[in-house]
């Protein structure tokens, strides 16, 4: 299957700065790229979806402002948390689907960053 | 897409096999079963999908039943590396689609 790889796979920072998540796609151009959140013992919640080269969605709930996410390629996604509090303490997880190249259609997810604020 | 129901945990002899049941009762005939397991603390990780016909590869097999409103997921002989929280989630085929993840079943491969 396709590789995504995250980085950091996992961050501590201070309360009121700002972290920057990559998402990469190793050996496909991802079309679209996803980015999940999941709190200890939760299910994933997605955070919004983003396509190349245009705006993210973002779900209800989540604040674009506070998360922002580019998709500036084909095989790069990042997502920027900023002024970071700790309740945004949380493993945050990033797929990617491509429909150039349709492999059962499938998101490839990465292996996730562990992001703990102070 | 459509909800999906999965018994929040179960248990499995090493070597056994484990049969995790899904129901999805208000499945649409354009949408997909899929399942993924997720080990502590890492991504998700695709095992297998079907419509209609059971499926099998080299992790599990999948069973539909013939009304399509439930399905099981089968992993022949369990390991203790199989440990995960198994999720159901039935969907229509398309890349741009997320996918919307349950509460899943925490299955526990016991030694």
Redesign the interface.
Known sequence: ?AV?S?HPSWVICKSGTSVKIECRSLDFQA??M?W?RQFPKQ????MA?S?EGSKATYEQGVEKDKFLINHASLTLSTLTVTSAHPEDSS?Y?C?A???LV?V?????????T?LTVL | DAKTTQPPSMDCAEGRAANLPCNHSTISGNEYVYWYR?IH??????II?GLKNNETNEMASLIITEDRKSSTLILPHATLRDTAVY?CIVRV????N???????TRLTVIP
């Open positions: 299957g995504v995250q079309t679209t996803f999940y299910s994933l919640m997605l979806t396509n493993f997880i797929s689907a491509s429909s349709r059962y259609n499938e998101q490839f997810f990465g292996p996730g562990r | 997720q603390s890492q991504g998700p990780q695709y999908h999720y085929v398309d890349g741009a997320n996918l919307f993840f349950g509460t899943g």
